[in-house]
Structures are given as C-alpha cells and as structure tokens.
C-alpha cells in the first residue's frame, strides 16, 4: 500500500498570509495526486487534480506542485473561507486510493 | 447540474449490517466510476473501494475485504454500499463521490451529502 503523510498537522495563519502545505508519498507516484478542502460537517471539495490542475470554479490562488513523491499545496493569500482542513489523496495505486491525514488551517 | 444524494443516517447493532444509497442525477450514471470514502468523528478520510457503474464491477480495500459489498442499479441510477458484521469502530459518515478519469489520472469531483452510520448497543 502507497501511504502518504502531510505537514504541519495543523497550522494557525492570518487572513492575507501565504500557507503551504507538503504532502509525501512513501514511493513514487508520478504527478498521481489530488488536493481536497473540507469544512465541518461537509462533504470534501477537489481542489487540485494531477498535482497542478486547478479544478473548474476553484479561486486561483491555490495552487498545487511536486512530482515523484513530494508535493506542495499553496495558498497565495489565504481568505477567511479557506480556514478548513486539507488532504491529499494518491491516484497511483488503484488498489486503494490513499488519503493523507489531512493538515487543519485556522485562524490565528 | 450532477447530483449525488444518499439515504439517511441510521442507528446498527455490533453485528448487523448497513446498506446506505446513493442516487446520481444530472450525468450518465454508467459513464464514472462511483466510489465510497468514510470518516469516522474527527478522524480522516479512508478510501472503502469503488464500483464500475456500467460492469458492476468492484474493488475493496483490503481492510474492507469480505465485509463491504458494492452494487448498482443502473435502472434508477443509485449505487449502493452495504457493510457487514458492523463493530463500533464503523461508526463513521460514509461518502459516495463520482470519479473523474482522465489519462489514467482518478479524481473525485462530486460527493454526496454523507450518511452517518452510528454502531451502538
């Protein structure tokens, strides 16, 4: 099984700031790897498909980057409607479509 | 506009089963896979498998192996995940969310509302 791990679990960031989060997968998984945002109590919502692609309707400044095993997932200015939690999710492996623990944002 | 809505929460014993529905609108139901992802409380999301809504056919997690089977009726467009022999650690929401494959590169693009499951005695 590909598992994938996330950095910082959690952060605390200010409205306007620059958040990056970093998403590992334990073996290579090409550009295999997909970015969700969930708010409480709420389903999750793609943000990032195939490590870079913004889905239709997503605010540009997220944006998603890495290859092989490392990746990044980048709020530019970050919004009061992007305090949520994020995970990563592995598309590689059909045997099972790994998510990353997820990495909640707050307000500071 | 593509809609996925499931049933409602339900209430399980240790040792009975759960069958929660999930009827697509607004697409070509046999056209995407249609995949199943819990979320215990406060806990992450962990991939259950997903069904070919135009062969039937399946993949489980290996976690889930002999306990979870995935259906479809095409006839009325509405996938199904049944989960046996429940323990109280299957207490979760449970999502379905369509899959979007472009390349070989799976991405969920739609999800339905969630249906909570509680395993209480």
């Known amino acids: 099984d590909i598992q994938m791990t996330q950095s910082p679990s959690s952060l605390s960031a200010s409205v306007g700031d620059r958040v990056t989060i970093t998403c590992r997968a334990s073996?290579?998984?090409?550009?295999?790897l997909n970015w969700y945002q969930q708010k409480p109590g709420k389903a999750p919502k793609l943000l990032i498909y195939?490590?870079?692609s913004l889905q239709s309707g997503v605010p540009s400044r997220f944006s998603g980057s890495g290859s092989g095993t490392d990746f990044t997932l980048t709020i530019s200015s970050l919004q009061p409607e992007d305090f949520a939690t994020y995970y990563c999710?592995?598309?590689?492996?059909?045997?099972?479509?790994?998510f990353g623990p997820g990495t909640k944002v707050d307000i500071k | 506009q593509v809609q996925l809505v499931q049933s409602g929460a339900e209430v399980k014993k240790p040792g009975a089963s759960v069958k929660v529905s999930c009827k697509a609108s607004?697409?070509?139901?046999?056209?995407?896979?249609m995949h199943w992802v819990r979320q215990a409380p406060g806990q992450g999301l962990e991939w259950m498998g997903r069904?070919?809504?135009?062969?039937?056919?399946?993949n489980y997690a290996q976690k889930f192996q002999g306990r979870v089977t995935m259906t479809r009726d095409t006839s009325i467009s509405t996938a199904y995940m049944e989960l046996s022999r429940l323990r109280s650690d299957d207490t979760a929401v449970y999502y379905c969310?369509?899959?979007?494959?472009?390349?070989?590169?799976?991405?969920?693009?739609?999800w339905g509302q969630g249906t909570l499951v509680t395993v209480s005695s």
């Open positions: 607004g697409y070509t139901f046999t056209g995407y896979y």
């Open positions: 073996q290579s998984i090409s550009s295999y």
């Open positions: 069904i070919n809504p135009n062969s039937g056919g399946t």
């Open positions: 999710q592995q598309s590689y492996s059909t045997l099972g479509f790994t």
């Open positions: 969310a369509r899959a979007v494959v472009v390349v070989a590169a799976t991405r969920f693009d739609y």
């Open positions: 195939a490590a870079s």
